[in-house]
T-cell receptor, first 122, second 113 residues
Framework: QVQLVQSGSEVQKPGSSVTVSCKAS????????LNWVREAPGQGLEWVGR??????????AQKFQGRVSITADKDTTTAYMDVRSLSSEDTAVYYC????FGSGTPRPFESWGQGTQVTVSS | DVVMTQSPDFLSVSLGDRATITCKSS????????????LAWYQQKSGQPPKLLMS???ARESGVPDRFSGGGSGTDFTLTISSLQPEDVAVYYC?????????FGGGTRVEIK
């Protein structure tokens, strides 16, 4: 059974950076893509970006290009999301979401981490 | 980007009654070569991550009760709960994974009347 376990809550000051991790187990990492999706207070779900670890390939939503970096460590089956230049608008719950990858056909997000609350406040 | 528009935003339904949520995409999410709709539905209960309910517009995930059904094709989709139960109180999201960036509808909150 796939399990995605994320790092704990963060409180950061405006202008600083934050790193959130997501450890995957019960999955063949080489056949998996890891997405990051955020949910701001009172808002819906917003895709941030994803990584395909076996290819080292990343994609980002346009609004996060240049400010977010997603990486993965195949040895520890852990993905990381770095967000720089934080503002109060980045206050949200950040989820990692797993997606089977391999046939070239896009798939839904089958598994989700428990979420990480990131609060940006002075 | 493909814009996903859900309606209504809020649905109050009596126990045992039918609940229907609609989702419209700004572009077709039907892939002509395999006739599959790249449309998923998620259920998110309070304080929990989203849970995949339905993929390919109408394929229920393992363990999802058969009172949940999905329909539609191309740009117009529905999620129906045939007989609302207390455990169905949640926010429901549609999601297109046909093209990048993947996008979500704004969500529909379902409550018991």
């Amino acid at each position: 059974q796939v399990q995605l376990v994320q790092s704990g809550s963060e409180v950061q000051k405006p202008g600083s950076s934050v790193t959130v991790s997501c450890k995957a187990s019960g999955v063949t990492f080489s056949h998996y893509a890891l997405n990051w999706v955020r949910e701001a207070p009172g808002q819906g779900l917003e895709w941030v970006g994803r990584i395909i670890p076996v290819l080292g390939k990343t994609d980002y939503a346009q609004k996060f290009q240049g400010r977010v970096s997603i990486t993965a460590d195949k040895d520890t089956t852990t993905a990381y999301m770095d967000v720089r230049s934080l503002s109060s608008e980045d206050t949200a719950v950040y989820y990692c979401a797993g997606q089977i990858f391999g046939s070239g056909t896009p798939r839904p997000f089958e598994s989700w981490g428990q979420g990480t609350q990131v609060t940006v406040s002075s | 980007d493909v814009v996903m528009t859900q309606s209504p935003d809020f649905l109050s339904v009596s126990l045992g009654d039918r609940a229907t949520i609609t989702c419209k995409s700004s572009q077709s999410v039907l892939y002509s070569s395999n006739k599959k709709n790249f449309l998923a539905w998620y259920q998110q209960k309070s304080g929990q991550p989203p849970k995949l309910l339905m993929s390919w517009a109408s394929a229920r995930e393992s363990g999802v009760p058969d009172r949940f059904s999905g329909g539609g094709s191309g740009t117009d989709f529905t999620l129906t709960i045939s007989s609302l139960q207390p455990e169905d109180v949640a926010v429901y999201y549609c999601h297109q994974y046909y093209s990048s960036p993947p996008t979500f509808g704004g969500g529909t909150r379902v409550e018991i009347k």
